[in-house]
């Protein structure tokens, strides 16, 4: 069976300082890959997702940057963190069809102080 | 623009009850509908993925239906218990921007013991 995993769970980083969240998923091959952020009391909103490795794409300008050196691995990063990056940042994978189901990891909640 | 809306934002109700979780979207052309359950600081967990040719989706005490003509799906849960508690998203996927899925802000359910 398909599993996704996700660390750290919890993260405080102070202002300026990079980060680097990691994603993996194990039990399929060719995967797209999502990173979502969810702010409190709103929905996801889709941050990059990623249909092949080195495919990135962007869906709002920002500080932060994905990277997907491997087929089943996906990295969230930043050179230096804002206050506004805080957040909780989950990733997801589904299989390459539209009729799929979306799968997320358990999330991490970033705090940048 | 696709826009997810689910209303009431939050439901307490007694143990045992039958509830209705509603969620609405503006454009019907869809490939599904998928229902999500979130617990406190955590990742999301699929419950029911209906595609945009069914009426309906069942498991156990769970059942989804969705009218896509009029932009609208329900949850309706059977006998809630307090492990119900949770929020609940629902999120369409849409013919566009790489196949994204547009989320629900999410209606967080209180069963009360």
């Known amino acids: 069976s398909q599993t996704i995993h996700q660390w750290p769970a919890t993260l405080v980083q102070p202002v300026g300082s990079p980060l680097s969240l990691e994603c993996t998923v194990e039990?399929?091959?060719?995967?797209?890959l999502y990173w979502y952020r969810q702010a409190a009391g709103r929905g996801l909103q889709l941050l990059f997702y990623?249909?092949?490795?080195?495919?990135i794409s962007s869906e709002v300008p920002q500080n932060l940057s994905a990277s997907r050196p491997q087929d089943r691995q996906f990295i969230l990063s930043s050179k230096k963190l804002l206050l506004s990056d805080s957040g909780f940042y989950l990733c997801?994978?589904?299989?390459?069809?539209?009729?799929?189901?979306?799968?997320f990891g358990s999330g991490t909640q970033l705090s940048v102080l | 623009k696709q826009e997810v809306t689910q209303i009431p934002a939050a439901l307490s109700v007694p143990e045992g009850e039958n509830l209705v979780l509603n969620c609405s979207f503006t454009?019907?052309?869809?490939?599904?509908l998928q229902w999500f359950r979130q617990d406190p600081g955590k990742g999301l967990t699929s419950l029911l993925l209906?595609?945009?040719?069914?009426r309906e989706q069942t498991s156990g005490r769970l059942n989804a239906s969705l009218d896509k003509s009029s932009g609208r799906s329900t949850l309706y849960i059977a006998a809630s218990q307090p492990g119900d508690s949770a929020t609940y998203l629902c999120?369409?996927?849409?013919?566009?921007?790489?196949?994204?899925?547009?989320f629900g802000a999410g209606t967080r359910l209180t069963v009360k013991p």
């Open positions: 209906i595609q945009s040719s069914q």
């Open positions: 454009d019907s052309a869809i490939y599904n």
């Open positions: 039990g399929t091959s060719n995967p797209n």
């Open positions: 990623s249909v092949g490795i080195g495919q």
């Open positions: 997801a994978w589904s299989a390459g069809t539209p009729n799929e189901k979306l799968f």
């Open positions: 999120a369409v996927r849409v013919p566009y921007n790489n196949n994204d899925m547009r």
